[in-house]
């Protein structure tokens, strides 16, 4: 049994673990095993804090959505709108480190599971909805409301976020971090009513 005040720790530890399985073996080549010899810990452990492998894939899930949640906050801090702030959103959460790559490849597995897995869907639309006031804190300035009927803009700027990232990360296609942030750059350009040197430069 967990000492009292460890398992906050132990989660986090088997949750970093788990991310780094999943996103060397993907999903379907993860098992407890592995997760539990990642972590220096015991299968009895891992079965102490997840009931299943879906739920240890919800709660990695989670683990890499807050980290890179946070990651994105401390970046853009109290930068004034404008392009550094929605630059700095952009280098925080892109796959330009190991662990955004993994969480990449987290988000890409659990995406995939949720074609079937209803509860994992209800999860990665609450982390979502945590996910799109970080984007508009980003956009803000940048873009103007969207008309009746429109999409939001932070559900425009998460999709093809998502769209340049897993192409970059799963295809062969000459794209990298760089190529992206340019790309989502250009896409706001012409909507921002802000000249071209303040951004893509």
Not at 48 to 54: A, K, L, P, V
Not at 78 to 92: N, Q, T
Not at 110 to 139: C, K, M, N, S
Request: a negative charge.
């Amino acid at each position: 049994m967990p000492k009292l005040g460890m398992e906050p720790i132990r989660r986090e530890q088997i949750c970093r673990a788990a991310a780094t399985v999943i996103a060397r073996e993907g999903f379907a080549g993860t098992t407890l095993r592995k997760v539990a010899d990642e972590a220096g810990v015991s299968t009895g452990m891992l079965n102490h804090y997840f009931s299943n492998r879906q739920d240890l894939l919800t709660q990695t899930l989670v683990f890499v959505s807050e980290r890179t949640q946070g990651k994105a906050r401390t970046a853009m801090g109290e930068l004034p709108p404008g392009w550094d702030r929605l630059k700095a959103l952009l280098y925080s959460a892109l796959p330009t480190d190991v662990l955004m790559n993994e969480g990449w490849r987290v988000w890409i597995n659990a995406y995939g599971e949720a074609v079937h897995l209803p509860e994992l869907r209800h999860t990665i639309e609450a982390r979502l909805q945590a996910w799109y006031p970080i984007l508009d804190y980003a956009l803000e300035g940048l873009v103007p409301s969207p008309a009746d009927g429109e999409l939001p803009w932070s559900w425009r700027l998460d999709a093809i976020l998502n769209g340049l990232a897993i192409q970059a990360l799963t295809s062969e296609a000459p794209l990298d971090s760089e190529h992206v942030r340019d790309e989502v750059i250009r896409m706001l350009l012409p909507h921002s009513g802000l000249s071209g040197s303040n951004g893509a430069s």
